[in-house]
């Protein structure tokens, strides 16, 4: 199990559609397919039911969405922190300031 997969199915269930969420991954249909049958294949059960009508998870499909979620959510989470920790990339300074002193002392203090 990858988290690319488990990135499709949380797409696919916030779009209802699997063209949509290929669309918002940028991959193409038969990719992100091929995503999902994996997933299915680790494990051991079918995820989604497709038809006319668009697609629906199983039972399965469903409790694994919801695990889906929060390792997704923990694996960001842990990312945005290690980067943090290294001064990479997301890091982020928030300074309040009045427009006086953006317009007067800000500029003289960012370039030191």
Do not use: C, W
Request: hydrophobic share 45%.
């Amino acid at each position: 199990m990858k988290d690319h997969q488990l990135r499709a199915l949380v797409h696919v269930a916030e779009s209802s559609s699997i063209r949509a969420a290929a669309r918002a991954m940028n991959l193409s249909q038969s990719a992100l397919t091929k995503a999902l049958r994996e997933l299915e294949e680790d494990v051991g059960a079918q995820l989604l039911t497709r038809s006319y009508k668009g697609i629906e998870f199983t039972p399965a499909g469903s409790l694994l969405l919801s695990h889906a979620r929060l390792a997704l959510s923990i694996l960001d989470k842990a990312l945005e922190e290690v980067r943090l920790l290294h001064g990479g990339p997301g890091a982020r300074v928030v300074i309040a300031v009045t427009p006086m002193v953006g317009a007067t002392v800000l500029p003289r203090v960012l370039r030191e």
